[in-house]
Nanobody, 114 residues
Framework: VQLQASGGGLVQPGGSLRLSCAAS????????MSWYRQAPGKQRELVAT???????NYADVVKGRFTISRVNARSTVYLQMNSLKPEDTAVYYC?????????WGQGTEVTVSS
């Protein structure tokens, strides 16, 4: 399985971005998908998760601002990020969990700055 993340960039505070992560292979629809992020000098943290039944969970710091979704027909997971804040600046990684195995994408950088 390979995960290809895209959609990062520079955005002003209050702006929006949509991240995408496309998966290869055939297990996407059977896998839980998550977005993590790692800010400079900090540990990687879980941002949002969507299960195989499309139940979602969010970190408290992004609730109400970020939305995770998936399109199984495209083997793609999205992260819609609204009302971005400077503290959202980080490299964002997608993660696929299938049974006892997990895979990571290469990361896409998000910078929130004026």
């Amino acid at each position: 399985v390979q995960l290809q993340a895209s959609g990062g960039g520079l955005v002003q505070p209050g702006g929006s971005l949509r991240l995408s992560c496309a998966a290869s292979g055939t297990i996407f629809s059977l896998s839980a998908m998550s977005w993590y992020r790692q800010a400079p000098g900090k540990q990687r943290e879980l941002v949002a998760t969507i299960t195989i039944t499309s139940s979602t969970n969010y970190a408290d710091v992004v609730k109400g601002r970020f939305t995770i979704s998936r399109v199984n027909a495209r083997s793609t997971v999205y992260l819609q990020m609204n009302s971005l804040k400077p503290e959202d600046t980080a490299v964002y990684y997608c993660n696929l969990k299938y049974r006892f195995t997990e895979y990571w994408g290469q990361g896409t950088e998000v910078t929130v700055s004026s």
